[in-house]
């Protein structure tokens, strides 16, 4: 009777193994296939020579809440993280996209993210939603601190915890960038 025990706990244990096994290499199989699959044009291509890519953010999404504006985030967000270099950066996500200026600051564009290099280190990094407005925004996050002189919302739910999240926003009301700050404070 033991030895049958002792058998089913090591068969079972083997195909464990073994699932664990196939599902590493089906894994690695997708990534290859993903990064070689033949590119159309030259923003193809550049993705395609990076490890990851361009980050996709729907700022409107349940994700999005849990991952970023509920989480502290303000060192490190979608394998970006302060003090990367410009270079470890671009292997990530291929080269900058373009140019945006956020809160008077020259920002590289990767997607829906754009990141303020000091000395070709990340010192700052933002999500740029596409075509957000605050409306659309604040029925999914809900309405916060409004500071309409400098185009600012903050959110801060947890005065106990060390972040805020800061949405910048054009006279329009669209919603330029979302950034994850030490906490403001706040007077209610």
Do not use: C, W
């Not at 080269?95 to 956020?102: A, G, Q, W």
Request: cysteine-free; charged content about 20%.
């Amino acid at each position: 009777m033991k030895k049958i025990i002792i058998s089913l706990v090591l068969i079972v244990l083997l195909v464990a193994l073994v699932l664990s096994i196939k599902s590493l290499y089906e894994t690695k199989q997708i990534n290859y296939q993903s990064v070689n699959q033949p590119s159309q044009n030259n923003e193809t291509k550049n993705k395609h020579n990076s490890q990851y890519p361009s980050p996709q953010i729907d700022v409107l999404s349940q994700a999005f809440s849990e991952n970023f504006m509920n989480r502290d985030v303000r060192n490190q967000y979608m394998h970006i993280s302060k003090g990367m270099s410009k270079s470890k950066v671009e292997r990530y996500y291929g080269n900058s996209e373009e140019h945006l200026k956020i809160n008077n600051l020259k920002t590289q564009k990767y997607g829906n993210i754009a990141i303020y290099y000091q000395n070709d280190k990340v010192q700052r990094f933002f999500v740029i939603p596409n075509n957000v407005y605050i409306q659309a925004f604040t029925q999914v996050h809900g309405n916060r601190d409004k500071n309409y002189n400098n185009g600012t919302m903050i959110y801060d739910d947890n005065p106990f915890n060390q972040f805020s999240v800061k949405v910048y926003f054009d006279p329009n009301g669209q919603i330029k960038a979302i950034e994850n700050v030490n906490q403001v404070s706040l007077s209610y």
